[in-house]
């Protein structure tokens, strides 16, 4: 059974380059997920090895952000045998939509297929808490923090592979400074600027 690194890397999930990532900040690394989410026995063997990190925890419900995380979010609950959600931004601010709901007290891992400043999944737990429902901590399938809990204290988080790429805001960004072109993976086309 591969390492799950050699298993993005084998992938040709793990890019090299000069990334925007979704957090704002400029890397010399991007991992592209849509190419292992794409084949769900990955999918599904990723979620299954992180999920034993969370063994003797009570998980009620697993919640992700849209629309990125979706796919990891409903394989980490289906390997923790519990319910899926998953929040999206409406006005800017995440939220249930589609008829799915949070329960008060209930216990809630926020999944998030890859963690650069852990903010888009922080803002989503903050709107897990406002609906009344307790997050027990967060889990994703790469923390690009150099092993750094970018949380609060108070939120027990655990990643399947850890990575320290180098990543810059854009004003201390070596590459601009070397005029190499910005992709922006992100986009549907993989856009240069």
């Not at 925890?57 to 849209?66: E, G, K, L, S, Y």
Request: with cysteine.
């Amino acid at each position: 059974m591969s390492e799950p690194l050699q298993i993005l890397e084998d992938a040709r999930a793990v890019l090299k380059g000069h990334f925007l990532l979704a957090s704002g900040l400029h890397s010399d690394t991007y991992v592209q997920k849509f190419r292992i989410f794409q084949h769900p026995e990955v999918a599904e063997d990723l979620a299954r090895r992180l999920a034993t990190q969370w063994t003797g925890v009570r998980i009620d419900t697993v919640a992700a952000p849209a629309v990125g995380a979706i796919v990891f979010g409903h394989e980490m609950a289906r390997a923790l045998h519990t319910r899926s959600v998953f929040l999206e931004r409406k006005d800017g601010v995440f939220a249930t939509r589609i008829g799915m709901e949070l329960v008060p007290g209930e216990k809630v891992l926020c999944a998030e297929d890859v963690v650069t400043t852990g903010g888009s999944v922080l803002e989503m737990a903050r709107a897990v808490e406002a609906a009344g429902a307790e997050v027990v901590g967060f889990a994703a399938l790469l923390d690009r923090t150099g092993g750094k809990n970018p949380f609060d204290k108070r939120y027990r988080f655990e990643a399947l592979i850890r990575m320290s790429p180098a990543q810059f805001p854009a004003e201390d960004c070596p590459w601009c400074k070397a005029g190499l072109p910005l992709t922006k993976p992100g986009t549907k086309q993989g856009a240069k600027t």
